[in-house]
C-alpha cells in the first residue's frame, strides 16, 4: 500500500518520502559522526537541533511531513508490502501480529498526536519556530546537567550542610537530583496502577524542583527552558485526550497480542494453539479500563511542572 494511493498527500508533496530517504542517505552519517564527536553534551544537543532544523527547514515538514504522517498511519492498518516482509525476514508470528495490532489499536488517535504535535513544533515563536525555541531550551539545560556533572563528585562526598548549598545553585541540577533520590519507595514493589503512579509521582518531584524553585523562577534559565510556545503544546487537552485514547487501546488489545496465539503459516493453527485462560469478568474489566484521572495528573505533573508551581508562575519565553 503506497502512502499515495490514500489520496492524502497533495501533489506538490508526493515525492516527500523519497526526498526524507534521501537526505538521511546524504547527510546521516555525517550527522551522527558529528554527534558521537561532541566534545561536551550541549554540543551533542546542538548537532540534533542542527540537523532537525535543516530537515525541517529543507523538506517543508511543516506541510508536506505533516501530510506525509497522516496518509502513513491512514494506512498502516492495511499495509502489507514487500518492505515489511523484507524487514522481518518474513517473520509470518511477527506479520500476523502487526495486522492484529495496527487494525485494534487506534491509529486514528496516534495520527491525532504526530499532527498536534507537529504543528505544535511548527508553531512561530521568536526563534522562529517552536522546534528552534525547545532545542535552545534544551541547550540551556545540558549547560546546567554539565555543570552538574562537573561538581557531582565533590556534592556527594560532602556533608549535608554542603549539599544544601549545591541545591540552592541555579546554574546546576542538584535541586532536582536531591528530589530524586530523597523519595526512597521502590519501584519494583509495586505493580499496575500503583506503579505507575509512582513512578509520575517520582518524575514530577525532578521538574518540580527545576521550575518551583523561588529562587530561582526569575533566572533566565527556568523561562528558556519554558517557551510560551511549548507551554500552549502542553495546555492542549485534545494531545492528550488522544494519548488517552491510543494507551487505552494497546491495553485492550493486549490480551491478543499473547504469545499462546501461536501460527504455523498463514491457513492453518499450530496444534498447541489456544486461547489465553482469561475469565469472562477479567476481559470484562480489561475492555472497561480508563486511564486513571490521577496517572494522568501525575504525568501532567511532570512534563509541565512549570504551571504546577505554587504562588507566581514561571514566566515563559517568546
Not at 550527522?31 to 558521537?36: G, K, M, P, R, S
Not at 544537543?45 to 525541517?56: K, M, N
Not at 521502590?186 to 518540580?208: C, M, Q
Not at 494497546?250 to 496444534?271: C, I, Q, R, T
Request: charged residues 30%.
Amino acid at each position: 500500500v503506497s502512502t499515495q494511493s490514500t489520496g492524502g498527500v497533495s501533489p506538490e508533496c508526493r515525492g516527500f518520502k523519497c526526498d526524507l530517504a534521501h537526505y538521511f542517505l546524504e547527510h546521516g552519517p555525517q550527522a551522527f559522526a558529528d554527534f558521537f564527536d561532541a566534545g561536551t553534551v550541549k554540543d551533542a544537543v546542538g548537532v540534533v537541533h542542527r540537523e532537525l532544523s535543516s530537515v525541517f527547514e529543507k523538506l517543508s515538514m511543516c506541510t508536506c511531513g505533516r501530510e506525509f504522517f497522516k496518509a502513513l498511519f491512514k494506512c498502516a492498518p492495511f499495509y502489507n508490502g514487500n518492505a515489511l516482509f523484507a524487514l522481518t525476514d518474513n517473520d509470518e508470528d511477527f506479520i500476523v501480529g502487526y495486522g492484529k495490532l495496527m487494525r485494534n489499536v487506534d491509529v486514528k488517535a496516534a495520527s491525532r498526536i504526530i499532527d498536534r504535535l507537529m504543528a505544535g513544533v511548527c508553531a512561530e515563536s521568536s526563534s522562529g519556530m517552536c522546534l528552534n525555541s525547545i532545542f535552545n531550551g534544551l541547550e540551556e539545560l545540558a549547560e546546567l546537567g554539565q555543570n552538574t556533572l562537573n561538581s557531582f563528585e565533590d556534592y556527594n562526598d560532602g556533608d549535608r550542610k554542603f549539599q544544601k548549598s549545591q541545591e540552592k545553585r541555579c546554574d546546576a541540577l542538584f535541586s532536582s537530583v536531591r528530589a530524586w533520590t530523597k523519595d526512597d519507595r521502590e519501584i519494583d514493589y509495586h505493580e499496575g496502577e500503583e506503579r505507575w503512579e509512582l513512578i509520575f509521582n517520582k518524575t514530577s518531584a525532578v521538574p518540580k524542583a527545576f521550575y518551583c524553585d523561588k529562587r530561582c523562577k526569575k533566572d533566565a534559565t527556568r523561562s528558556a527552558m519554558y517557551p510560551c510556545c511549548m507551554r500552549q503544546m502542553l495546555e492542549d487537552d485534545k494531545l492528550f485526550n488522544n494519548v488517552e485514547k491510543l494507551i487505552e487501546s494497546f491495553y485492550k488489545v493486549l490480551p491478543a497480542m499473547s504469545v499462546n496465539y501461536e501460527w504455523d503459516g498463514f491457513y492453518e493453527l499450530d496444534s498447541s494453539f489456544y486461547r489465553y485462560d482469561y475469565s469472562r469478568d477479567e476481559l470484562d474489566d480489561i475492555l472497561a479500563w480508563k486511564v486513571p484521572k490521577r496517572i494522568r495528573d501525575a504525568f501532567m505533573r511532570t512534563i509541565h511542572a512549570a504551571k504546577y508551581c505554587e504562588g507566581k508562575l514561571v514566566r515563559c519565553s517568546k
